[in-house]
């Protein structure tokens, strides 16, 4: 299996994302809105059909996992086999507690992909053994970036 492990906040829309018990998600910076680069990824994929995404998001904690998944284009939905959030053995507090690479690193070692990689903005923590698997977005650009998505082409076609 190949997988990508996509984070959602500065990857398919601006990082600038808040979660307000009122007013529910909403992004920070003027005139941008939620999953603004989805197509971008779509485009991205269509080469690669048997690539499988697992969440890496933030929003899987936060709005649980089929309402996480909803907010994805059909294409990407049927990608989607599970989450980081999502395995028996990891206690919510240790979840917590981890950087998102580590949270990916542990994924890995449960679901054992052939290969992988992540796009995702938040590098605190990262493994270094492993930051060859992470395309690193600007918070900001997201997948809107060129040099991102030229990335991604070259990860993608070493898969």
């Known amino acids: 299996m190949k997988i990508l492990y996509l984070d ?17 998600m909403y992004i920070t910076t003027p005139e941008r809105s939620f999953f603004e680069w989805m197509p971008i990824l779509e485009e991205l994929l269509a080469p690669y059909p048997d690539v499988k995404i697992v969440l890496s998001t933030s929003w899987v ?3 649980g996992f089929d309402a996480t998944r909803q907010e994805l284009s059909e294409s990407l939905r049927a990608r989607v086999v599970g989450s980081t959030f999502h395995h028996p053995k990891l206690l919510q507090s240790e979840f917590d507690l981890m950087p998102r690479g ?9 679901r054992k992909p052939d290969s992988w990689f992540a796009i995702d903005d938040d590098t605190f923590g990262w493994p270094a053994a492993h930051r060859d698997r992470l395309i690193e977005t600007k918070g900001n650009l997201g997948l809107s970036d060129p040099a991102t998505q030229d990335a991604v082409r ?6």
């Open 8 to 24: 959602y906040n500065g990857v398919l829309h601006d990082g600038m994302v808040i979660r307000n018990r009122k007013r529910g």
């Open 61 to 63: 904690r936060a709005l």
């Open 102 to 110: 580590m949270q990916i690193l542990n994924d890995v070692t449960l």
């Open 154 to 159: 070259k990860i993608l076609a070493t898969l």
